[in-house]
């Protein structure tokens, strides 16, 4: 029988806007031992991650794995349910705060798993990592599920949804998720598309009350620094760009979290503006530096798979050379379309590196989980130039050690090390070395660096972990590349 | 100039890294009344031990009129502090007095006679006044500075952007010390977020004849650099003294003559502090 019911009508009975969350995950048919997913695009201000893990232990489920694209602080409740048997499994690229000291110590039933970006989008697309439903805060969508993380069109008045831009990560679990429930607290008019998530990949609707604060997605990691050290170190990191032989007109650019690595941006501004050279796109999380070198004609495309900032979510609803990608197109190793091959230079942070350039983004020095790998292995390697920017001690912890607690990105990929009291180049890339050289930026050795800082601040002692393993960390590729061990200190 | 508490480690172990000429080690106003004693240890600890890199050290000590300030005299010296900086100076008597308990722990430790040299502060009316004969009281001074906070609560007045409270007392501390041929230096700029009132600022008092400024914070430097930024000739002169540095180098030798002049350590640091500002302001030409 032909459908007659004009568009209108149909958009306001649409069968897949659902007033309950529990009616929408009954129609889903989850399971107990299931795996579920989040995003973090909402990173510290997340509304949706805590209130729906909060709904399905009231609905009785035990057993699930819950997979995130990343964990934040702000998730430190779902420790209540990992200890009642509702989370019994996780997996993401990052784990914070509290959540993260339980997983240390050993609450969860199942190692937890680590992937970068691009690794869990490779994970998703080749089976290995199976969603079976996926819950999506999105900040619009119309009834028939396209969904985003900002609306370009014009509101009615006193309507103002809670931004978080790109919907980058979520994009990928929506596409291979067996059912996949979007909650949103705004619904827009019919088809929202253009950016986020398709109808197509979306099972049901759900408007709730709110699903994020976008004042603190930057916060943290993705602050603005002001910070002496960070802003040295930034400065010296461009100087190293700037003669690397990677800073030419047209290159391509890409900054990771944490206040350094950010904040090489502002300095990048003033030396491409006083040699005219302009970058053919940025790539990854998406920053207010970055929107302005773009809008004053110094960035020509921005491609983002997450936004760090409220000034790079407006951006993407205004900019039309602004374009939302997703995990797969940002950073899948195998995936030869994948952005991160085009990549020049990328800069990224790191919590400790040791002598043979590896580099530690997910624990402390005190072994305790507290970062998150993020696209730093993927970028790494698909980078040109991979610039990792770290004080040399953070207080009195040595940043520079003779080997890294948890093996999150290989040294081979590892080009250069700028610290607050020296730049290590990687001797498999003499030829960086020499260009440095030549404008008298001197490099000298990890192993010189390593002995500074614990001439300053000590030897430090073995962690005292013990036999169980908590958590795994795969590389880019699916290999298990370390494991974490447990660890209390109480 | 950058002020640093005495009583963190972290901001001591880190104060090297942004090329202040002078690191002002501070024991008196940023350190609580119950820190004094383990500010002083931590620092004749530190002094010592630490790389400071080109900077001088300067360290400004407790008032001797209290109970701190003779033992800050005598632990900073032996640990290697070159310049004191005096908490304020409202007449030439005071400054006597430290130029005479300095020179006995000069004494005492067999310095050189006048090895240690002072900075007085004139943080007062009544010193603004006797700013003259402040500065001729010791031969060990080589500069006085202006202390802008505690001179306008003198005055009962607050701190302008302009600064015409401190217009005259700026003048007659750049005359007392130029009379004397020593060096004046400006007072801080508190606004750390305000870089522009820093450079605006740092740019009057350069035009009435201060010789640098004191900074609360890393981030100030650059701006105050900017301003001070040594002139091509300066640039050049220090290029040529390094290089007779590196001649006796190799020729093995250990005494340094350029022009005629013997050349000591002092000589020597300000000309590396040239060269290194001038490469991190961009001004060094012959090099990329």
């Not at chain 1, 093996?407 to 081979?412: N, S």
């Not at chain 2, 004749?44 to 033992?71: C, I, S, T």
């Not at chain 2, 005096?86 to 050189?112: F, H, M, R, S, T």
């Amino acid at each position: 029988m032909k459908e007659i019911a004009t568009f209108k009508n149909k958009e306001s009975s649409s069968p897949k806007l659902l007033k309950s969350l529990e009616e929408a995950i009954a129609k889903c048919n989850l399971k107990d031992g299931a795996t579920i997913s989040f995003h973090h695009h909402f990173r510290e201000g997340d509304l949706i991650i805590n209130a729906v893990m909060d709904v399905l232990a009231a609905m009785g489920y035990k057993g699930l794995t819950v997979a995130s694209s990343s964990f934040s602080e702000i998730n430190a409740p779902l420790l209540k349910h990992i200890k009642s048997g509702v989370i019994t499994g996780l997996e993401g690229s990052g784990c914070r705060g509290e959540l993260a000291k339980g997983i240390s110590a050993g609450l969860l039933a199942k190692p937890m798993i680590f992937r970068s970006h691009g690794g869990r989008a490779a994970a998703l697309a080749e089976g290995t990592l199976k969603i079976d439903l996926a819950f999506i805060a999105a900040s619009v969508s119309d009834s028939f599920g396209n969904a985003a993380g900002v609306y370009q069109g014009q509101l009615p008045q006193g309507v103002s949804p809670s931004y978080c831009g790109s919907l980058g990560y979520a994009k990928v679990d929506a596409r291979y998720a067996k059912k996949t429930i979007v909650l949103t607290n705004t619904i827009v008019p019919y088809p929202n598309v253009g950016l986020g998530i398709a109808e197509n990949d979306v099972d049901y609707v759900v408007l709730v009350d709110q699903v994020g604060n976008p004042d603190k997605i930057s916060a943290g990691a993705t602050r603005t620094t002001q910070n002496p050290k960070d802003l040295f170190i930034a400065k010296k990191a461009a100087a190293v760009i700037a003669h690397s032989g990677f800073f030419y007109n047209g290159f391509s650019l890409q900054t990771g979290t944490g206040g350094a690595a950010l904040a090489v941006t502002r300095f990048l501004r003033d030396m491409m503006k006083a040699g005219e050279v302009k970058a053919r796109f940025a790539l990854g999380g998406i920053t207010a530096a970055m929107v302005q070198l773009h809008e004053e004609g110094y960035i020509e495309k921005l491609m983002d798979v997450q936004d760090f900032d409220t000034t790079a979510i407006a951006s993407l609803a205004k900019n039309s050379n602004h374009f939302e990608i997703d995990a797969n197109q940002y950073a899948n190793p195998f995936d030869s379309g994948a952005l991160i091959h085009q990549l020049d230079v990328v800069v990224l942070s790191a919590l400790e590196v040791d002598e043979e350039f590896n580099v530690n983004v997910l624990t402390g020095s005190d072994g305790i989980i507290r970062g998150a790998i993020g696209g730093h292995p993927d970028t790494a390697a698909g980078a040109a130039l991979t610039v990792v920017v770290t004080p040399l001690l953070r207080g009195r912890i040595p940043a520079v050690v003779e080997r890294v607690t948890t093996l999150c990105t290989l040294g081979d990929y590892v080009d250069i090390v700028v610290t607050d009291r020296g730049i290590a180049v990687n001797p498999r890339r003499p030829e960086l070395a020499a260009r440095l050289e030549r404008v008298g930026i001197e490099a000298v050795p990890l192993q010189y660096l390593r002995h500074l800082a614990e001439k300053i601040a000590g030897e430090p002692e073995p962690l005292p972990f013990g036999p169980r393993v908590i958590a795994q960390v795969m590389a880019p590729d699916g290999n298990l590349l370390d494991d974490i061990f447990e660890i209390d200190y109480e | 100039m950058m002020f640093v508490p005495g009583n963190q480690p972290g901001l001591l172990n880190d104060a090297s890294l942004y090329g202040a000429d002078v690191l002002i080690f501070d024991l008196e106003d940023s350190v609580a009344l119950t820190e004094k004693d383990a500010a002083r240890t931590l620092l004749a600890y530190a002094l010592p031990k630490l790389d400071w890199g080109q900077a001088e050290l300067m360290v400004r000590v407790n008032d001797l009129d209290g109970p701190f300030g003779l033992e800050d005299l005598e632990a900073v010296i032996k640990a290697g502090a070159k310049i004191i900086r005096l908490p304020k100076a409202d007449n030439a008597e005071q400054v006597k007095n430290y130029d005479q308990i300095i020179g006995k722990i000069e004494a005492e430790l067999n310095l050189p006679i006048n090895s240690i040299e002072m900075l007085a502060a004139i943080e007062s009316a009544q010193g603004v006044l006797n700013a003259k004969e402040i500065a001729a009281a010791s031969p060990r001074l080589m500069g006085l500075a202006l202390g802008a906070e505690d001179f306008t609560a003198d005055l009962g007045v607050s701190r302008s952007k302009s600064g015409e409270e401190l217009l005259l007392a700026r003048q007659m501390i750049v005359l007392a010390a130029k009379a004397q041929g020593i060096d004046a230096y400006d007072t801080v700029y508190s606004q750390i977020d305000d870089l522009e009132g820093l450079a605006e600022e740092t740019k009057r008092a350069k035009a009435l004849g201060f010789r640098g400024k004191s900074v609360l914070h890393p981030n100030q430097i650059e701006v105050v650099h900017q301003v001070f930024a040594p002139s091509q000739e300066e640039i050049a002169q220090a290029q040529r003294l390094l290089a007779a540095v590196e001649e006796a180098k190799v020729r093995g030798s250990g005494v340094i003559s350029l022009d005629g002049a013997m050349v000591d350590r002092p000589v020597i640091l300000r000309a590396e502090r040239i060269i290194h500002m001038a490469k991190s302001l961009n001004i060094l030409k012959g090099e990329a």
